[in-house]
């Protein structure tokens, strides 16, 4: 099915549908590594009751993925099958409630959580300073930084599955393990409720402000990266066994490891995906000559390489 009729067979089928639909879209915009193919079709829902709509009427054989901010994804050349949802500003708002909790959109940046807890005197989400993502991912890969997570936190979590049916688990059903969560694959996150204590709005900003510099100071911000790239093996960081591998400053075409902090790969402008990711899997195999430690990629890679047929 070509991506122009699978876009026109959904907006036939989908009376009422409030959001827009949009037929080979750029993913490149979509991800902080600014590369990738486009997808099939891009569906950006008005609000979780059209999100549900679009679920429950959309052919169960259309693969369907949801995207955020982007900040740890990276999409092949070849570009993604079916559709991608992005979570837009219906999903970003953000209120404080009683009791030292936060109410968020999956799609709300985790900076700005942090930011109205601290502004409202909840301390014990500073962390989220330190992830540059949104909730959805948070809530997905159990995100964490500078010694808190999002298991940490949490009360519960909202999401549509994929007939477009509503459920809210608490933190026990997430199933929460290191940058993992045991929620169903095809669950769509759309908003989280924290709960943090009483704290000084000052201190739980001067913290966030440390959090800042830190990564300023030690993680290469401001350019077209992807986050932590490998999951920290047991007992072990992974940028050490990166540069104990003599990884640090490779580089394949504008795809270099980060000189700065070599858990991150970062694109120059002009790389593929398919050489930021056979970057990834060059450092993978040095390190497992090395140490004989097999790195896990914490970056989401999706989508088609180029040459390989469509599922």
């Known amino acids: 099915m070509g991506s122009r009729s699978l876009a026109a ?42 999100l549900a709509l679009f679920l429950a009427g959309c052919p169960a054989d259309v693969p369907v993925l949801v995207v955020g901010l982007g900040s740890n994804l990276l999409v092949r050349d070849g570009g993604i099958r079916g559709v991608v949802i992005r979570l837009g500003k219906a999903f970003a708002e953000v209120a404080v409630e009683p009791g030292f909790r936060i109410r968020a959109g999956a799609g709300a940046p985790d900076v700005k959580v942090a930011r109205a807890a601290a502004e409202a005197g909840i301390e014990g989400l500073a962390f989220l300073r330190g992830i540059p993502g949104a909730i959805g991912g948070a809530l997905r890969m159990n995100g964490g930084a500078y010694g808190g997570e999002t298991a940490d936190v949490l ?7 994929r007939q477009g049916r509503a459920h809210v688990l608490s933190k026990a059903e997430m199933g929460f393990t290191y940058r993992h969560c045991g929620a169903p694959e095809d669950y769509i996150f759309t908003e989280a409720l924290f709960e943090g204590r009483p704290g000084d709005p000052g201190t739980i900003l001067a913290a966030m402000n440390q ?23 047991p007992g072990c960081k992974a940028w050490e ?20 902090h070599c858990n991150f790969l970062i694109n120059h402008g002009r790389a593929t995906a398919a050489e930021i990711e056979a970057l990834g899997e060059e450092v993978r195999r040095r390190v497992r000559e090395t140490s004989g430690v097999e790195l896990e990629w914490e970056i989401k890679r999706v989508g088609i390489a180029p040459g390989e047929s469509s599922p």
């Open 9 to 50: 067979d959904l907006r036939a089928g989908l009376a009422g549908l409030r959001g827009t639909l949009q037929a080979d879209a750029p993913t490149a915009p979509l991800s902080w590594f600014r590369t990738g193919g486009p997808a099939e079709v891009l569906f950006t829902p008005a609000d979780e009751a059209d």
């Open 155 to 161: 009360i519960e979590a909202r999401a549509l599955d």
């Open 211 to 233: 959090i800042t510099e830190a990564r300023s100071a030690s993680q290469p911000v401001n350019t077209r990266t992807g986050g932590s790239t490998f999951k920290n093996p």
């Open 241 to 260: 066994l990166v540069d104990r591998a003599g990884c640090r400053g490779l580089r394949i075409g504008d795809a270099q490891v980060s000189e700065l």
